[in-house]
């Protein structure tokens, strides 16, 4: 169907910057919304960021003002600034998709999920 390939978690400082991004890509008609959930430890899921096709966004009240989300309908490609970061904000962070892809015998909905990358903010 649609596969989600997520890049760009790692280690940072409190305080500082990292950029993720998530590439979709098989037989896509068209994606309507895409997102970011993360994951704590001994937490469950939570959607951090989300937008859809028509560039309208939401976010999680604990990341307004330091996390931007973005998307290039073009490339069919999800991205989250994370600025001012905090330990908090440690997780594993997942993209998520959801839209119509074409099927064998015609179109149908999906909702993907990338494999997760993990994003540490320690000093």
């Known amino acids: 169907q649609v596969q989600l390939v997520e890049s760009g978690g790692g280690l940072v400082q409190p305080g500082g910057s990292l950029r993720l991004s998530c590439a979709a890509s098989?037989?896509?008609?068209?994606?309507?919304?895409m997102g970011w959930y993360r994951q704590a430890p001994g937490k469950q899921r939570e959607l951090v960021a989300a937008?859809?096709?028509?560039?309208?966004?939401n976010y999680v009240d604990s990341v307004k003002g330091r996390f931007t989300i973005s998307r290039d309908n073009a490339k069919n490609t999800v991205y989250l600034q994370m600025n001012s970061l905090k330990p908090e904000d440690t997780a594993v962070y997942y993209c998520?998709?959801?839209?119509?892809?074409?099927?064998?015998?015609?179109?149908?909905?999906?909702?993907?999920w990338g494999q997760g990358t993990q994003v540490t903010v320690s000093s």
């Open positions: 998520n998709a959801r839209g119509v892809y074409r099927g064998t015998y015609g179109s149908a909905d999906f909702t993907s």
């Open positions: 098989g037989r896509i008609f068209s994606i309507k919304n």
């Open positions: 937008i859809t096709s028509g560039g309208n966004t």
